[in-house]
T-cell receptor, first 111, second 116 residues
Framework: SQKIEQNSEALNIQEGKTATLTCNYT??????LQWYRQDPGRGPVFLLL?????KEKRKERLKVTFDTTLKQSLFHITASQPADSATYLC??????????FGKGTTLSVSS | KAGVTQTPRYLIKTRGQQVTLSCSPI?????VSWYQQTPGQGLQFLFE???????NKGNFPGRFSGRQFSNSRSEMNVSTLELGDSALYLC???????????????FGPGTRLTVL
């Protein structure tokens, strides 16, 4: 069956370090993958989209990689700050019909 | 530009009742998708509407339905509520239909539904 797994429900790191979040999927062949940020009591906010033919995408302190052979995406936040504390969701395109979300990883950055 | 708005923000119902949730997309956006978010299952796709037509539907029972109006505003309805329907219901809008693969989705703040 199709599955998306975000390793680690929670990740705790110190300010200034790089946070690395993982998204693995099985039995999908997504044309693209997205990462969202969700704060408590709010809807998800789009961060980055990476297509199947792209290996890496960057936006300010954020970097996303997409390895279709490993069926894995890594999401990096460099020089992390307490304001980066939130839940991060990966989402895959399911054959152009819908976004399928992982359950998220809650990142806590301590000062 | 105003973001996606959802009303009401909080709702308490009892089992067996029905509920209607409303979503106003970002001005100019024609696609509205609905999602259910629970701690156990995460975010799950309910359905997408584009130009007043349902384009895709997730794996939810027929008690969950929706519609879209000519101004792109959308409503979803849940009939015969069950305890398991307690969740955060999110709507998201985008310019184009999802299948185009070119647009990201902008989410509203959600409606927190509690079924007692």
């Amino acid at each position: 069956s199709q599955k998306i797994e975000q390793n680690s429900e929670a990740l705790n790191i110190q300010e200034g370090k790089t946070a690395t979040l993982t998204c693995n999927y099985t039995n999908y062949s997504p044309a693209y993958l997205q990462w969202y940020r969700q704060d408590p009591g709010r809807g998800p906010v789009f961060l980055l989209l990476i297509r199947e033919n792209e290996k890496e995408k960057r936006k300010e302190r954020l970097k996303v990689t997409f390895d279709t052979t490993l069926k894995q995406s890594l999401f990096h936040i460099t020089a992390s700050q307490p304001a980066d504390s939130a839940t991060y969701l990966c989402a895959l395109d399911q054959a152009g019909t819908a976004l399928i979300f992982g359950k998220g990883t809650t990142l806590s950055v301590s000062s | 530009k105003a973001g996606v708005t959802q009303t009401p923000r909080y709702l308490i119902k009892t089992r067996g009742q029905q509920v209607t949730l409303s979503c106003s997309p970002i001005s100019g956006h024609r696609s509205v998708s609905w999602y259910q978010q629970t701690p156990g299952q995460g975010l799950q796709f309910l359905f997408e509407y584009f130009s007043e037509t349902q384009r895709n539907k997730g794996n939810f029972p027929g008690r969950f339905s929706g519609r879209q109006f000519s101004n792109s505003r959308s409503e979803m309805n849940v009939s015969t509520l069950e305890l398991g329907d307690s969740a955060l219901y999110l709507c998201a809008s985008s310019l184009a239909v999802f299948a185009s693969g070119t647009d990201t989705q902008y989410f509203g703040p959600g409606t927190r539904l509690t079924v007692l």
